[in-house]
């Protein structure tokens, strides 16, 4: 067996049909076909089960599927370290979109001061997503927030954010003296779309508590939910870093719940099997020191 045929069925894996991988790999289809059966006939197993012209890893495809990808990992990293003089440093980040939209930006312009010579790639995703890729050694490292269990990764936080319920500045229920959580039933919730941490943290505390949100408007962006914000009465809870701006203009503000004020954490996360190279040191370097340089603004 080669890397050739690893890669291949890691392929396979990821796109559940070998129509796809091969137009992926852009080799025929039949050339699919027989690597997979070759694997298939050397180890005398069965890799995929076969479901409406779609693909299911077998349990033994479970851990075969792992070992490739850490062997393909490690050959990727030796590749880079052998490589390493001479060349450009390069690194693939990921991100969540709420550290994607705030927290990346200012670190990548920080990252390039330090490396001349650096190359970059950046995916902002959803958590879900991009937890996955960095399982699947498509990413070298993100930027998440929310909930990570994933035995295969290392987590680490890094900063604490905030979630607020954000609304418009004239929005009816400012008007109101004392705002009750029932309060929150009489308005539409505008929320991101499913796989962004796992639905908001913020809402399904809610419902745990008996709201009933009325959740009839679902955006694949921030900024979506911002508009949406601006011209109806709806109601978003947000992370307090995406709002900063609108908050300081006023065209946004925030519900007064003294009673219940819910953090999360910003988490780095790289596989454990992961070859920390010089680039991804520099990067967290970075990283760390511009959030001792946020944590700085915040208390003066």
């Known amino acids: 067996m080669t890397l050739h045929h690893l890669k291949v069925f890691v392929m396979v894996c990821q796109e559940k049909t070998m129509h796809a991988a091969a137009e992926k790999l852009n080799i025929s289809q039949p050339a699919i076909s027989k690597i997979i059966a070759d694997l298939e006939k050397h180890y ?23 070992h490739a990808l850490n062997i393909l990992a490690m050959f990727q990293d030796m590749e880079d370290q052998i490589n390493i003089q001479g060349q450009q440093n390069h690194i693939r980040i990921g991100a969540s979109v709420s550290v994607g939209t705030c927290l990346l930006p200012p670190l990548i312009q920080s990252l390039k001061k330090r490396l001349d010579s650096i190359s970059y790639e950046v995916t902002i995703n959803n958590t879900s997503k991009i937890e996955g890729m960095v399982n699947d050694y498509l990413l070298d490292l993100a930027l998440v927030e929310g909930y990570v269990d994933n035995p295969n990764l290392v987590v680490q936080n890094v900063i604490e954010d905030e979630l607020v319920f954000a609304v418009r500045a004239d929005h009816p229920l400012l008007q ?4 009750a959580y029932h309060d929150l039933e009489q308005y539409s919730f505008i929320t991101r779309e499913d796989g962004s941490s796992k639905r908001n943290q913020l809402e ?19 900024e979506a939910i911002k508009q949406a914000l601006l011209y109806t009465d709806g109601i978003a809870s947000l992370s307090k870093m995406m709002v900063e701006e609108e908050l300081k203009t006023g065209v946004l503000k925030t519900l007064p719940f003294h009673d219940m004020k819910f953090e999360r954490s910003v988490r780095l996360i790289y596989h454990k099997n992961k070859y920390i190279s010089p680039t991804m040191k520099v990067f967290i370097e970075v990283l760390n020191s511009q959030i001792k340089e946020r944590s700085n603004k915040s208390a003066t």
């Open 176 to 179: 109101k003296t004392n705002i």
């Open 204 to 222: 399904l505390h809610l419902q745990e508590m008996g709201i009933q949100l009325k959740i009839n408007y679902s955006c694949s962006t921030v």
């Open 44 to 66: 005398n197993i069965k890799l995929f089960e076969r479901i409406n012209h779609r693909l299911y890893l077998t349990a033994i495809g479970e851990t075969v599927r792992d």
